[in-house]
């Protein structure tokens, strides 16, 4: 892992859990990932992290991989190039 530059975001960093790098290793979505900007990753790993049982931390990472690998996609949001804005 490369490093990164110093965050400017106001809320913790989260740490990457090992289960969720593998998962994301074995899905080819590590760079899909990595090429979101930091609060998105960030935002991720702590929505996963707040999951109280485990099969709501499963769902939250199987959405996670489904924006991931579709694109466009952030927390059922349009997100990126071609996302419709309001008043435009």
Known sequence: ???SPPSR???PLQPMPDDVRQVLLEHGLL?????????????YLAWIAR???EATRERRIAQMLE?????G????????????????
Do not use: C, F, S, V
Request: glycine content about 10%; proline content about 7%; charged content about 40%.
């Open 1 to 3: 892992m490369t490093d």
């Open 9 to 11: 975001l106001k809320r």
């Open 31 to 43: 760079e899909a990932y990595e090429a979101r900007p930091p609060y998105q990753r960030n935002d």
């Open 51 to 53: 999951a109280k049982r």
């Open 67 to 71: 924006e991931l690998a579709a694109g």
């Open 73 to 88: 996609r952030y927390m059922k949001m349009p997100y990126g190039k071609g996302k419709k804005r309001k008043g435009t």
